[in-house]
Protein backbone atom coordinates (compact mmCIF):
# COMPACT_ATOMS: atom_id res chain seq x y z
CA UNK A 1 0.00 0.00 0.00
CA UNK A 2 3.02 2.64 1.30
CA UNK A 3 4.10 1.71 -2.50
CA UNK A 4 0.86 2.96 -4.28
CA UNK A 5 0.18 5.96 -2.56
CA UNK A 6 4.31 6.92 -3.50
CA UNK A 7 3.60 5.99 -7.15
CA UNK A 8 0.41 8.03 -7.32
CA UNK A 9 2.20 10.83 -5.51
CA UNK A 10 4.67 10.94 -8.26
CA UNK A 11 1.92 10.74 -10.97
CA UNK A 12 -0.12 13.67 -9.46
CA UNK A 13 3.49 15.37 -9.38
CA UNK A 14 4.10 15.08 -13.07
CA UNK A 15 0.63 15.89 -14.12
CA UNK A 16 1.35 19.15 -12.46
CA UNK A 17 3.52 19.87 -15.04
CA UNK A 18 0.92 19.63 -17.74
CA UNK A 19 2.61 15.92 -18.71
CA UNK A 20 2.01 12.33 -18.11
CA UNK A 21 4.09 9.25 -16.82
CA UNK A 22 4.44 7.36 -19.77
CA UNK A 23 5.53 11.13 -22.04
CA UNK A 24 8.42 11.59 -19.29
CA UNK A 25 10.80 9.35 -21.76
CA UNK A 26 10.54 11.83 -24.71
CA UNK A 27 11.35 15.52 -23.04
CA UNK A 28 14.12 16.70 -24.94
CA UNK A 29 15.86 13.67 -25.14
CA UNK A 30 16.31 13.21 -20.96
CA UNK A 31 13.60 11.47 -18.50
CA UNK A 32 12.33 12.83 -15.76
CA UNK A 33 12.89 9.75 -13.40
CA UNK A 34 13.55 10.95 -9.81
CA UNK A 35 11.62 14.70 -10.60
CA UNK A 36 9.11 13.30 -7.84
CA UNK A 37 11.66 13.38 -5.24
CA UNK A 38 12.78 16.50 -6.02
CA UNK A 39 8.89 18.43 -4.92
CA UNK A 40 10.65 18.20 -1.18
CA UNK A 41 13.66 19.46 -2.04
CA UNK A 42 14.80 22.91 -2.13
CA UNK A 43 15.02 23.71 -5.77
CA UNK A 44 18.51 23.35 -7.57
CA UNK A 45 19.25 25.23 -10.93
CA UNK A 46 16.26 24.88 -13.10
CA UNK A 47 15.57 24.15 -17.14
CA UNK A 48 12.65 24.36 -19.37
CA UNK A 49 11.71 21.58 -21.54
CA UNK A 50 8.89 21.16 -24.14
CA UNK A 51 7.69 17.58 -23.62
CA UNK A 52 6.18 15.96 -27.04
CA UNK A 53 2.67 17.22 -26.90
CA UNK A 54 4.26 21.11 -26.96
CA UNK A 55 3.77 22.04 -23.46
CA UNK A 56 6.78 24.03 -21.65
CA UNK A 57 7.79 22.70 -18.16
CA UNK A 58 10.58 23.35 -15.36
CA UNK A 59 12.51 20.81 -14.40
CA UNK A 60 15.45 20.38 -11.53
CA UNK A 61 18.68 19.69 -13.92
CA UNK A 62 19.90 17.78 -11.26
CA UNK A 63 17.00 15.13 -11.50
CA UNK A 64 17.82 14.61 -15.13
CA UNK A 65 19.28 11.17 -16.53
CA UNK A 66 20.17 10.51 -19.85
CA UNK A 67 17.91 7.68 -21.65
CA UNK A 68 18.61 4.86 -23.61
CA UNK A 69 17.50 5.08 -27.57
CA UNK A 70 15.04 2.85 -28.58
CA UNK A 71 17.49 0.24 -30.99
CA UNK A 72 17.54 1.15 -34.86
CA UNK A 73 15.52 -2.07 -36.51
CA UNK A 74 17.40 -4.24 -38.61
CA UNK A 75 17.42 -2.31 -41.91
CA UNK A 76 18.44 0.78 -40.25
CA UNK A 77 20.80 -0.48 -38.44
CA UNK A 78 22.95 -2.35 -41.08
CA UNK A 79 22.41 0.62 -43.31
CA UNK A 80 24.27 2.49 -41.30
CA UNK A 81 26.66 0.23 -40.63
CA UNK A 82 27.43 -0.69 -43.66
CA UNK A 83 29.60 -3.73 -44.71
CA UNK A 84 32.57 -5.23 -43.07
CA UNK A 85 35.60 -5.07 -44.85
CA UNK A 86 34.97 -3.37 -47.80
CA UNK A 87 35.79 0.16 -49.28
CA UNK A 88 33.73 0.61 -52.10
CA UNK A 89 34.91 2.28 -55.81
CA UNK A 90 33.44 3.47 -59.18
CA UNK A 91 35.65 3.95 -62.56
CA UNK A 92 34.45 5.94 -65.29
CA UNK A 93 35.50 5.28 -68.39
CA UNK A 94 34.74 8.36 -71.14
CA UNK A 95 36.43 6.82 -73.76
CA UNK A 96 33.24 4.84 -74.10
CA UNK A 97 30.43 6.79 -72.76
CA UNK A 98 27.76 7.41 -76.05
CA UNK A 99 25.46 8.97 -73.75
CA UNK A 100 23.18 5.57 -74.09
CA UNK A 101 21.61 6.90 -70.43
CA UNK A 102 20.30 3.28 -69.80
CA UNK A 103 22.43 3.72 -66.72
CA UNK A 104 20.16 6.64 -65.80
CA UNK A 105 17.08 4.55 -66.43
CA UNK A 106 17.98 1.89 -64.19
CA UNK A 107 18.68 4.03 -61.55
CA UNK A 108 15.59 6.11 -61.80
CA UNK A 109 13.37 2.67 -62.11
CA UNK A 110 15.32 1.16 -58.85
CA UNK A 111 15.35 4.01 -56.84
CA UNK A 112 11.21 5.45 -57.46
CA UNK A 113 12.57 8.30 -59.42
CA UNK A 114 10.30 10.52 -61.89
CA UNK A 115 11.66 10.87 -65.29
CA UNK A 116 12.72 14.13 -64.37
CA UNK A 117 14.92 13.02 -61.24
CA UNK A 118 18.68 11.81 -61.57
CA UNK A 119 20.45 10.39 -59.12
CA UNK A 120 23.25 9.91 -62.34
CA UNK A 121 23.20 12.23 -64.64
CA UNK A 122 25.46 12.43 -68.15
CA UNK A 123 26.42 15.57 -69.19
CA UNK A 124 28.17 17.08 -72.37
CA UNK A 125 31.41 18.38 -71.90
CA UNK A 126 34.09 20.50 -73.66
CA UNK A 127 37.38 21.25 -71.61
CA UNK A 128 38.61 24.09 -73.86
CA UNK A 129 37.65 25.84 -77.25
CA UNK A 130 39.87 23.67 -79.72
CA UNK A 131 39.03 20.02 -78.08
CA UNK A 132 37.09 17.63 -78.70
CA UNK A 133 33.34 17.15 -76.73
CA UNK A 134 32.47 14.20 -74.74
CA UNK A 135 30.00 12.48 -72.70
CA UNK A 136 30.53 12.39 -68.58
CA UNK A 137 28.13 10.63 -66.57
CA UNK A 138 28.33 12.58 -63.26
CA UNK A 139 26.80 10.01 -60.13
CA UNK A 140 27.43 11.31 -56.38
CA UNK A 141 31.00 11.18 -55.46
CA UNK A 142 30.70 9.38 -52.17
CA UNK A 143 33.90 11.62 -50.68
CA UNK A 144 36.00 10.28 -47.96
CA UNK A 145 35.78 14.06 -47.00
CA UNK A 146 32.09 14.82 -47.40
CA UNK A 147 31.03 18.24 -47.40
CA UNK A 148 27.51 16.94 -46.95
CA UNK A 149 27.61 15.11 -44.13
CA UNK A 150 29.38 17.90 -41.77
CA UNK A 151 26.50 20.47 -42.11
CA UNK A 152 23.35 18.18 -41.65
CA UNK A 153 21.83 18.84 -38.57
CA UNK A 154 20.13 15.65 -37.21
CA UNK A 155 23.16 12.92 -38.52
CA UNK A 156 20.22 12.25 -41.81
CA UNK A 157 23.17 12.34 -44.28
CA UNK A 158 26.34 9.93 -42.80
CA UNK A 159 29.37 7.85 -44.28
CA UNK A 160 29.77 4.08 -43.94
CA UNK A 161 33.00 2.28 -43.06
CA UNK A 162 33.03 0.49 -46.88
CA UNK A 163 32.90 4.15 -48.38
CA UNK A 164 29.28 5.08 -49.24
CA UNK A 165 27.74 7.93 -48.51
CA UNK A 166 24.12 7.84 -47.66
CA UNK A 167 20.86 9.77 -46.50
CA UNK A 168 18.34 8.09 -44.11
CA UNK A 169 14.79 10.05 -44.86
CA UNK A 170 13.80 8.63 -41.51
CA UNK A 171 15.22 11.47 -40.31
CA UNK A 172 15.62 13.95 -42.53
CA UNK A 173 13.73 17.19 -41.92
CA UNK A 174 14.29 18.75 -45.39
CA UNK A 175 16.25 21.85 -44.52
CA UNK A 176 18.70 21.10 -47.78
CA UNK A 177 21.74 22.41 -45.87
CA UNK A 178 24.09 19.28 -47.71
CA UNK A 179 22.53 20.34 -51.26
CA UNK A 180 24.32 23.55 -50.14
CA UNK A 181 26.82 21.84 -49.13
CA UNK A 182 27.91 19.22 -52.03
CA UNK A 183 30.53 20.77 -54.69
CA UNK A 184 29.30 18.06 -57.50
CA UNK A 185 25.46 19.09 -57.45
CA UNK A 186 24.71 15.40 -56.76
CA UNK A 187 21.66 15.73 -54.39
CA UNK A 188 18.03 16.53 -55.53
CA UNK A 189 15.10 17.36 -53.42
CA UNK A 190 11.76 15.92 -52.95
CA UNK A 191 9.58 19.03 -53.58
CA UNK A 192 6.56 17.05 -54.33
CA UNK A 193 4.81 13.26 -53.37
CA UNK A 194 7.09 10.65 -55.12
CA UNK A 195 6.73 8.48 -58.17
CA UNK A 196 3.65 5.96 -57.37
CA UNK A 197 3.77 6.80 -53.79
CA UNK A 198 0.10 4.60 -53.61
CA UNK A 199 2.12 1.71 -54.68
CA UNK A 200 5.48 2.03 -52.19
CA UNK A 201 3.35 3.06 -49.13
CA UNK A 202 3.03 -0.13 -47.29
CA UNK A 203 6.80 -0.90 -48.30
CA UNK A 204 9.02 -0.83 -45.25
CA UNK A 205 11.50 1.97 -45.59
CA UNK A 206 14.87 0.41 -46.96
CA UNK A 207 17.35 2.76 -46.40
CA UNK A 208 20.20 1.30 -48.33
CA UNK A 209 17.43 1.80 -51.46
CA UNK A 210 16.27 5.30 -49.93
CA UNK A 211 12.67 3.64 -50.82
CA UNK A 212 9.95 4.51 -50.50
CA UNK A 213 10.96 8.23 -51.36
CA UNK A 214 9.07 11.12 -48.88
CA UNK A 215 8.22 14.38 -50.15
CA UNK A 216 10.14 17.10 -48.44
CA UNK A 217 13.49 14.87 -48.17
CA UNK A 218 16.39 15.00 -50.25
CA UNK A 219 17.68 12.20 -52.29
CA UNK A 220 21.07 10.73 -53.74
CA UNK A 221 22.97 8.24 -55.54
CA UNK A 222 23.29 5.36 -53.01
CA UNK A 223 25.94 3.04 -55.62
CA UNK A 224 22.52 0.76 -55.22
CA UNK A 225 23.94 -0.75 -51.48
CA UNK A 226 21.40 -2.97 -51.51
CA UNK A 227 22.25 -4.54 -54.12
CA UNK A 228 25.99 -4.80 -52.99
CA UNK A 229 24.22 -6.73 -49.95
CA UNK A 230 23.36 -9.23 -52.45
CA UNK A 231 26.66 -9.60 -54.03
CA UNK A 232 25.13 -7.26 -57.14
CA UNK A 233 26.76 -4.35 -59.11
CA UNK A 234 24.89 -1.17 -59.10
CA UNK A 235 22.06 -0.98 -61.01
CA UNK A 236 23.81 1.60 -63.25
CA UNK A 237 26.75 -0.31 -63.49
CA UNK A 238 25.10 -3.57 -64.64
CA UNK A 239 22.55 -1.45 -67.42
CA UNK A 240 25.81 0.25 -69.21
CA UNK A 241 25.66 -1.54 -72.87
CA UNK A 242 29.09 0.56 -73.42
CA UNK A 243 31.50 -0.78 -70.98
CA UNK A 244 31.87 2.51 -69.24
CA UNK A 245 31.79 1.47 -65.51
CA UNK A 246 33.94 -0.60 -63.65
CA UNK A 247 32.64 -0.87 -59.70
CA UNK A 248 34.97 -3.13 -56.72
CA UNK A 249 36.42 -2.96 -53.70
CA UNK A 250 39.22 -1.34 -53.27
CA UNK A 251 40.79 -3.02 -50.60
CA UNK A 252 40.90 -6.40 -52.88
CA UNK A 253 42.01 -3.68 -55.59
CA UNK A 254 40.03 -5.20 -57.94
CA UNK A 255 37.11 -3.09 -60.03
CA UNK A 256 34.66 -5.09 -62.48
CA UNK A 257 33.19 -4.29 -65.83
CA UNK A 258 29.71 -4.19 -65.66
CA UNK A 259 29.15 -4.88 -69.25
CA UNK A 260 31.83 -6.97 -70.13
CA UNK A 261 32.28 -8.78 -66.41
CA UNK A 262 35.98 -8.55 -66.88
CA UNK A 263 37.65 -7.82 -63.23
CA UNK A 264 41.01 -5.84 -63.49
CA UNK A 265 43.55 -4.49 -60.58
CA UNK A 266 42.08 -1.41 -59.75
CA UNK A 267 45.21 0.24 -59.34
CA UNK A 268 46.50 -0.73 -62.26
CA UNK A 269 43.84 0.41 -64.35
CA UNK A 270 43.29 4.27 -62.91
CA UNK A 271 47.85 4.20 -63.17
CA UNK A 272 48.03 3.51 -66.73
CA UNK A 273 45.19 5.09 -67.96
CA UNK A 274 45.99 8.18 -66.16
CA UNK A 275 42.49 8.58 -63.95
CA UNK A 276 41.52 11.22 -62.37
CA UNK A 277 38.57 12.49 -59.61
CA UNK A 278 36.61 15.59 -60.30
CA UNK A 279 38.00 18.94 -58.06
CA UNK A 280 40.99 16.86 -56.22
CA UNK A 281 41.54 20.39 -55.36
CA UNK A 282 38.90 21.10 -52.66
CA UNK A 283 40.05 18.15 -50.69
CA UNK A 284 36.84 15.94 -50.82
CA UNK A 285 38.65 12.70 -51.56
CA UNK A 286 36.24 11.10 -54.19
CA UNK A 287 35.80 7.74 -54.52
CA UNK A 288 34.71 7.93 -58.42
CA UNK A 289 37.64 8.20 -60.56
CA UNK A 290 37.53 8.97 -63.92
CA UNK A 291 39.58 7.57 -67.01
CA UNK A 292 40.13 10.32 -70.26
CA UNK A 293 37.95 10.34 -73.41
CA UNK A 294 41.33 9.36 -75.15
CA UNK A 295 40.97 6.75 -78.08
CA UNK A 296 36.80 6.99 -78.22
CA UNK A 297 34.93 4.27 -78.91
CA UNK A 298 32.21 6.42 -80.29
CA UNK A 299 32.11 9.84 -82.13
CA UNK A 300 30.60 12.17 -80.33
CA UNK A 301 26.78 13.18 -81.54
CA UNK A 302 25.51 15.32 -79.14
CA UNK A 303 24.15 18.91 -79.59
CA UNK A 304 26.92 20.56 -77.63
CA UNK A 305 26.11 24.89 -77.60
CA UNK A 306 28.49 26.91 -79.26
CA UNK A 307 28.74 30.17 -80.09
CA UNK A 308 28.20 29.46 -83.73
CA UNK A 309 24.60 28.40 -82.92
CA UNK A 310 23.78 30.77 -79.85
CA UNK A 311 23.01 33.43 -82.86
Known sequence: MKEETSNNSRRKFLKSFGISVGAAGVVSSFSLIGAAKAAAKKPAEMVNLLT???????????QLRPTVNEPLDELQKRGREGIPGKSFVMVIDLSKCRNARKCMDAC?????????????????????????????????????????????PVDATFKRQDGIVLIDNERCIGCRFCIAACPYSARIFQWTEPKDAEK????????????????????????????????????????CPNGVYYFGDQNEDAVTNGTTGETVRFSKLIEENAGYTLMEELGTKPRVYYLPPKNRAFEFNGDLLNEENLH
Request: glycine content about 2%.
Open 52 to 62: QDGQLVQVDKN
Open 200 to 239: YKDLTYNIEANVPQKKGTVSKCLFSADRLREDKLPSCVSA
Open 108 to 152: QNHHQLRADQHHINVLQMQDAEHTAPYFMPKPCQHCDNPPCTKVC
